[in-house]
């Protein structure tokens, strides 16, 4: 690994990417000239993040580049991590699951490569998996605080002059990967099975 040598030149766009990578995603459809940057200067980002003990992700087909930590190599002295974890409750996993399918799905059919939904249609992804299915109020506002989450995360962008409509963004392909997604669909089976019972019980007991 080459070390960086010297401070960046006047004018150098090193710094402004390292900060927007340290803030989150550079996406190549939120700024066109940053990402022609970030790839023509990906060996320099590279290094110089290895020193915090990370790396850079960057998917060129989708268009997007982000930092996460690099795994600890036995021996090696531990680097506190600078990208922290964050837990994710049960309601934001599954919308999480539900978006990347729908994502599949997209890129399955072959054409749009943007998928666009809006706040109902979202709402009716995961409804079948609210026990409390009769409380429509209930449902939109757990769904409501989840979508604020997502968005927070950066899966989700809300659309401008369109807040009831909303972006999933491609960066939610390296989160949920297929290993992650194939654990997550045992537990989604026992929760809609589980959800199924309770709406029977609350017929049999009206």
Excluded: C
């Excluded at 790396?55 to 190599?73: I, M």
């Amino acid at each position: 690994m080459s070390l960086p040598s010297k401070k960046p030149a006047i004018g150098d766009p090193l710094p402004v990417l390292l900060v927007a990578l340290m803030k989150g995603v550079v996406d190549a459809q939120d700024d066109a000239a940053a990402w022609q940057d970030l790839l023509s200067l990906h060996a320099r980002i590279r290094d110089h993040v290895a020193l915090l003990g990370l790396e850079l992700v960057v998917d060129e087909a989708e268009g997007y580049a982000f930092l996460r930590q690099r795994p600890q190599v036995e021996g090696e002295p531990g680097i506190p991590r600078l990208v922290p974890r964050r837990p994710l409750g049960y309601s934001v996993s599954l919308l999480l699951v539900l978006l990347r399918k729908r994502l599949a799905e997209l890129d399955a059919s072959g054409g749009e490569t943007r998928l666009i939904l809006s706040r109902a249609e979202i709402a009716d992804l995961v409804r079948l998996f609210h026990p409390d299915r009769a409380n429509e109020a209930r449902t939109a506002d757990r769904v409501a605080v989840d979508l604020g989450k997502v968005v927070e995360l950066g899966f989700l962008r809300r659309l401008k002059g369109q807040e009831e409509r909303f972006e999933v963004r491609r960066i939610l392909k390296s989160f949920v990967d297929a290993q992650w997604l194939e654990a997550f669909e045992a537990k989604l089976a026992a929760y809609r099975d589980h959800a199924a019972q309770s709406d029977g019980r609350k017929e049999v007991g009206a």
